[in-house]
């Protein structure tokens, strides 16, 4: 079982690229209702990642925290149970 939240990210405003501080993380794609598929990704020991849904590129940024992006608020906001 996983020690950790996996963060989720989504891309709505349609940028060209999204720098995050994690490099094992979840694409969405638009915020829910127009989102697609939530697909697992995994950087390695790359520093970038393109999601083959939405082709968002996504930049590992070793100064963000786990849940930071730049631009701002590309993190998808769930609901606790």
Do not use: W
């Not at 891309?11 to 209702?33: L, T, W, Y």
């Not at 940024?61 to 149970?81: I, K, M, Y």
């Amino acid at each position: 079982m996983s020690d950790h939240v996996v963060p989720h990210f989504h891309n709505s405003d349609g940028v060209a690229r999204i720098e995050i501080g994690v490099k094992e993380f979840m694409c969405v794609g638009a915020k829910p209702p127009f989102d697609h598929p939530h697909i697992f990704l995994d950087m390695g020991d790359d520093s970038e990642k393109v999601c083959p849904y939405c082709s968002t590129h996504f930049v590992h940024n070793g100064s963000l925290a786990a849940e930071e992006t730049l631009p701002a608020d590309c993190v998808l906001q769930t609901e606790d149970a």
